[in-house]
């Protein structure tokens, strides 16, 4: 099995244990970067990439917005964001259905749509600041997107489960390009095969912290062999928005 980049200790908390997890680090010897990004177009001029491997695991990692771009972006993604109410506010979970915790949007282009925990979600037209974010994404992935999920965590009580991107509308071969603004909360990786109380393969979790203004781009096949989740972190107290960019295959008509 490939190893994680730097392995680190992950602090007890909300009963974890230090040998739970291995923390983000940077990848020895690596100068493989992205598309080089001319600096009057603002944020980080030339993004320093961190390359998290381990079996099935292929992910990159870099801080995209500076912070003064970061906090400006934030506040108007909390002023321009319309996020769901009503019956789109909950989840189905093993048949029966439950309020999310957290508030969701969806934005993107016509003729898309997007079905998951028995939702089929309809995006609403992209707004500037989201085009703003999706075409810096773009600029330095080199990967077109036509879809994102909004989640907002209003504080470390919001959450989401281990789950795995891999619904059917996603175009195959195409990577999830995760964006976030706010707190800075631990994000999770889990081999699928290592969950359980009988696992048939041992694998450490990964623990990262995903930073204000920072990208991690899930290239495939991470969402094929490995969940990921936002687990409850009572001491933060911040909002964090999530943005998940996405290819998303054009409905059949």
Not at 54 to 76: H, K, P, S, W
Not at 114 to 125: A, H, I, N
Not at 232 to 242: S, Y
């Amino acid at each position: 099995m490939d190893k994680f980049l730097v392995k680190g200790p992950l602090r007890a908390e909300e009963g974890q244990t230090d040998k739970d997890a291995a923390s983000l680090g940077r990848e020895e010897g690596s100068s493989r970067k992205r598309p080089r990004r001319d600096p009057g177009e603002g944020g980080v001029a030339d993004p320093q990439w961190q390359h998290i491997r381990a079996e099935g695991l292929n992910c990159d990692y870099t801080v995209l917005f500076d912070r003064a771009e970061a906090d400006e972006i934030l506040r108007e993604l909390e002023r321009e964001v319309e996020y769901f109410t009503g019956a789109l506010a909950k989840v189905q979970v093993f048949g029966k259905w439950h309020d999310v915790p957290r508030k969701q949007a969806t934005y993107g282009d016509a003729g898309v749509t997007y079905s998951f925990s028995g939702l089929t979600l309809s995006p609403k037209p992209w707004i500037p600041v989201l085009e703003r974010i999706r075409d810096r994404v773009s600029l330095v992935t080199g990967q077109i997107f036509n879809f994102v999920l909004i989640n907002r965590y209003k504080d470390g009580h919001d959450h989401i489960g281990e789950h795995r991107d891999d619904e059917r509308e996603l175009a195959p071969g195409s990577p999830i390009a995760s964006v976030s603004f706010g707190a800075c909360r631990d994000f999770f990786f889990r081999h699928k095969d290592s969950r359980g109380k009988h696992p048939s393969l041992r694998v450490q979790p990964v623990r990262l912290q995903l930073a204000h203004g920072s990208l991690l781009l899930m290239n495939p096949p991470t969402n094929s062999h490995w969940y990921h989740s936002l687990p409850v972190r009572k001491k933060i107290l911040a909002p964090r928005v999530n943005l998940t960019f996405r290819k998303i295959l054009p409905t059949d008509k």
